[in-house]
DNA sequence: CCTCCATCGCAACTCCAAGTTGCGATCTCC
DNA sequence: GGAGATCGCAACTTGGAGTTGCGATGGAGG
């Protein structure tokens, strides 16, 4: 019942946002009553946040080809197959919603953000290690200038995202790396 | 009146973000009666959009310094400038929330990051002539490289955007036009 | 097989904000 | 000084959040 309940919540986060979602929607998707829904969830916002937190994956491989060139392409390719995925996309819409005022849900935001850079940043730490890039390179910034071109794309532009996104993005990060901007 | 239901939206805005926007308190806070507003402004989203329309600037300074990567700051500190000033705070809460799922919102923000864009690609494409970049370099996929790291830092990392994110950002989108990242 | 306890369905609430309506007061412009 | 427009005000309707009490059901243990 719970799981029935966490796909209907997802569902109608897809087609409606965070604003338009209903307990009343969620349940009756779910085929179960309102009342149902209120006894394991206080609120909304724990509903959603515990529905984003079952889809998140912060596990996510971390490649080791030797060349940043590739370990950088692997993680821009792999976050934007994890964001074009279905859960993917409604984890976005709901994180980037008014929802994210509520600091349920902007934990799961930090989490994704955060956790995932911290992990991540490894690939560029071995780049360092071989002499790839300069000493002194800052990995969290290199990996966020990875990210932000795709985010952006998606959020902004809301042009959809592919594998040229990735590989550009990918570009980007390692062209500002190799110069030297992230150096502290 | 107008303007005072107007400033008193943006008001109301910057603390509660859209989600927490009622046009009782925008009313109260304006000094005016809630059927007031709702006699010149159908709904809440008109309301907004209006007040978006009203403190957008699309006529920035385009800068010509003969060099690429002074324009580039230029443009960059721009934008962090306007981007930390009380409107453009208040517009950046406004239009990532879930009112940009209403069309008239959303219009301001395809306005912001469209219009604005193509007006800014004139310092790439002035590169391009002065041979400081390869032909064939996608101008507004510079401009776009330009405005994400500051973007993200702003709307995911939560964190103060000032001049060196500028700075940074510059850099970024240099090293990678250099690089012919953005070749078509 | 039967009882007990937990869970669910259901209806009937309260509360609050969106948006509407009718009316009386006021202000303005000619 | 009168007509038309605008505003204040109170009293609605509607719809979703969240709550409560009660009755039905269903599974586990004796």
Known sequence: MRAAVLDATLAELADGGYAGLTIDK??????????????RWPNRERLVADVLGEHLT???PIPDTGSLADDL?????AFVAWVTSPPGRMIFTAIYSDAARFTE??????DLFEYGPRRAKLVVERAVARGELPVGTNPVAVIRTL?????FQLTVVSEPVDEHTAEQAAGIA???AR???FHL
């Open 26 to 39: 969620v349940a009756r998707r779910a085929g179960v009553h309102k009342t149902t829904v209120y006894r």
């Open 58 to 60: 912060t596990d996510f």
């Open 73 to 77: 392409r692997a993680l821009a390719q």
């Open 105 to 110: 849900i902007d934990d799961v935001r930090r």
């Open 147 to 151: 990210i932000a071109p795709i985010y």
């Open 174 to 176: 390692l062209a500002a």
């Open 179 to 181: 110069a030297g901007v």
